[in-house]
């Protein structure tokens, strides 16, 4: 699976590693539907930190098509609601 990070690039991620990114993107989920800022943040660096460790990065110049998208380590709390869907960031 072809993973982009928003303003870093593209990582290739085993599919086998979804269950244990999913756990990330439930507290993250839970965290987002009580305002929870601080613990927002700290889950999201989790989850992005997660991806770079298992995935292994796409050269610069590579644009392969992304299954999934995932926002930038800045983004706010507002901005990542908007990209939800109903589980969360990650299918699954």
Do not use: C, W, Y
């Not at 709390?77 to 589980?87: A, I, M």
Request: aromatic residues 2%.
């Amino acid at each position: 699976m072809i993973v982009r990070i928003m303003g870093e690039g593209q990582v290739r991620l085993a599919d086998s590693h979804l269950t244990e990114l999913n756990k990330l993107d439930d507290v993250l989920l839970q965290e987002i539907e009580k305002g929870d800022g601080p613990g927002f943040r700290r889950t999201l660096e989790a989850l992005l930190a997660k991806v770079r460790e298992l995935g292994e990065p796409l050269p610069d110049d590579s644009l392969e098509p992304s299954e999934l998208i995932l926002p930038a380590q800045d983004a706010t709390l507002e901005e990542v609601r908007d990209l939800l869907r109903d589980d969360g960031l990650i299918p699954g």
